[in-house]
């Protein structure tokens, strides 16, 4: 079997170009653009580069967005103040505010995170929006795991009944992703669904032990780690959807967790490194931004 590639990219373009005319429509109707402002502390060079493709992606769209940069000596009072600030709309006004992680050692993440206003937090890391979506009630779904469900529901594979296998249980990937899949549908969608929910989702980490136990029972197999070739073909049922969420660097070249060639002799699906979740997650960034835009203008 060779697996069918999930084209992140191109999905994320077509999303892209459904947004632009809404993000038309609200420019029109209200006189200037979403906005979107991003904390960027330190000099991580991924870092920048996540930040360049997170405003690149707003330009496209028609949406403004800047971008603070913070020396990496900054403490957490101090980034807690700046947030506050942005918040106050003291850096232009601002509909989504987002910190870039990861933050420095000896910053308080949670704190950081914590004084993002909810209803601008278009990461979704805020325990309102996290207890949203564990309610089943989603306001900001934090963007990597909408972008998985998201290339799950485009490509046809089904969820409901299905068994998803989540390596990685971060509040950031693993856990939203988990909540989102394993949902109850949304209200007025109908009984066979859009896909994207009804699932059996197990979650494992770096406890489970014998990783491909697990992995080898998923009919949908999720690496959300961080370890490039950590998935390995026998880990994977044949036919399974394996959807590598890994950014890893490995000799200047950019792979998931997943052996990817081996994996898609076996897998029935793939989604790549680099051209799968990553621009999925940026353009669920956008759509989030639109929202929040909206939700503070009184159209969501
Ligand atoms: P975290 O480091 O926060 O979480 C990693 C998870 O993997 C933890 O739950 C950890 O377990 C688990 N883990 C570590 N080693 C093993 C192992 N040997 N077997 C099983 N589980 C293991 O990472 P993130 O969730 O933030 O990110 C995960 C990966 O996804 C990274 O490569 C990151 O760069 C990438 N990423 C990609 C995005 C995209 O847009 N494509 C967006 C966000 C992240 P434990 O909890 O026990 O420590």
Known sequence: MTAQML?????AGRIEASLRGEVDTFAGMFRRKPRLVVVLVGDVAASASYVK?????????????AVIPVAATATTADLVALVGSIARDEHGHADGILVQ??????????AVLD???????????HPENAGLLSQGRPRFIPCTAAGVQRML???????????VVIVG???????PLALLL??????????????????????????????????READILVAAVGKPGLITAPMVRPGAAVIDVGINRVDGR????????PVAEVAGWLSPVPGGVGPMTVAMLMANTLLAAELRLGRG
Do not use: E, W, Y
């Open 7 to 11: 084209d992140g990219r191109a999905l």
């Open 53 to 65: 493709s997170k405003a690149a992606a707003a330009a496209r769209l028609g949406m403004d967005s």
């Open 101 to 110: 992680l990861p933050l420095p050692p000896h910053v308080d993440q949670v």
């Open 115 to 125: 004084a993002v206003p909810p209803d601008r937090d278009v990461d979704g890391f």
């Open 153 to 163: 529901i485009d490509a046809a594979i089904p969820t409901a009944g299905r068994h």
């Open 169 to 175: 249980r971060s509040d950031i990937v693993g856990k």
């Open 182 to 215: 394993a949902q109850r549908p949304p209200p007025g969608c109908p009984a066979d669904g859009a896909g994207g929910c009804d699932a059996t989702v197990t979650i494992c980490h770096s406890r489970s032990g014998d990783l491909g136990r697990f992995t």
């Open 254 to 261: 950019l792979v998931g967790d997943v052996d990817a060639g």
